[in-house]
């Protein structure tokens, strides 16, 4: 069974923007352990870790780089399957 790429192009940016949004609530609500969340929110934004901006960037490269791996892994898996 071959996966198809748009649904996998949805299905991993949405995981991506939960977990970035996850992220974000922790290091804007509860500032003192940020430490645990940081590192994943700079991977997306240069933005202060719990302001507006790093949401918002975060969010928009979360879906750009949800596709990118969408892009990369369905052709490769369809390939190595056979499909």
Same mark, same amino acid.
């Given at each position: 069974?071959?996966?198809r790429? #748009?649904?996998?192009?949805f /299905? %991993?940016?949405? =995981?991506? *923007?939960v977990?970035? *949004? &996850?992220?974000? &609530? $922790?290091a804007?609500? &509860?500032?003192?352990i940020? #430490? /645990? %969340?940081?590192?994943?929110?700079? &991977?997306? %934004?240069?933005?202060?870790? #719990?302001?507006?901006? /790093?949401l *918002?960037? #975060? $969010?928009?490269?979360?879906?750009i ?8 892994? *369905?052709? %490769?898996?369809?390939?190595? =399957?056979?499909?």
């Amino acid at each position: 069974m071959s996966i198809r790429l #748009g649904a996998f192009g949805f /299905a %991993t940016s949405a =995981a991506l *923007v939960v977990l970035f *949004v &996850l992220c974000w &609530l $922790v290091a804007a609500l &509860l500032p003192g352990i940020e #430490g /645990a %969340t940081h590192g994943w929110i700079v &991977l997306f %934004t240069k933005a202060p870790v #719990g302001s507006v901006r /790093a949401l *918002v960037e #975060g $969010v928009i490269w979360s879906i750009i780089f949800g596709w990118i791996i969408a892009i990369v892994m *369905v052709p %490769t898996y369809n390939r190595i =399957a056979g499909e």
